[in-house]
Nanobody
Framework: QVQLVESVGGSVQAGGSLRLSCRVS????????MGWFGQALGKEREGISC???????YYADSVLGRFTISRNNAENTLYLQMNSLKPEDTAMYYC????????????????WGQGTQVTVSS
């Protein structure tokens, strides 16, 4: 079975940085594009970033220039470096396969992990 395990997030002040990781098992990690999704309280889950098997990257306008997505196929791990964090980045973050040009998850995807909480204070 597919398993997606996100690392512990954290709580930081505005302008700070965090690095998230996601360990994937039960699937060929080097095959699909993988991405990060964020869901703030009271809002729908939305695409944050996506990286293709060949490492082409895509970002939501809101995080462009601040976040960097990467992957280590040998370690079955996805990363998200989050810099210059803003209070509006506060959300639960999840990793999952992704599609483009609109960063989204496959319609039949249902293997969400527990996610990891990121809280940014003013």
């Amino acid at each position: 079975q597919v398993q997606l395990v996100e690392s512990v997030g954290g709580s930081v002040q505005a302008g700070g940085s965090l690095r998230l990781s996601c360990r994937v098992s039960g699937v060929f990690f080097g095959g699909p594009a993988m991405g990060w999704f964020g869901q703030a309280l009271g809002k729908e889950r939305e695409g944050i970033s996506c990286i293709s098997p060949r490492a082409s990257t895509y970002y939501a306008d809101s995080v462009l220039g601040r976040f960097t997505i990467s992957r280590n196929n040998a370690e079955n791990t996805l990363y998200l470096q989050m810099n210059s964090l803003k209070p509006e980045d506060t959300a639960m973050y999840y990793c999952a396969p992704c599609t483009i040009p609109t960063i989204n998850w496959p319609p039949d995807f249902n293997y969400w992990g527990q996610g990891t909480q990121v809280t940014v204070s003013s």
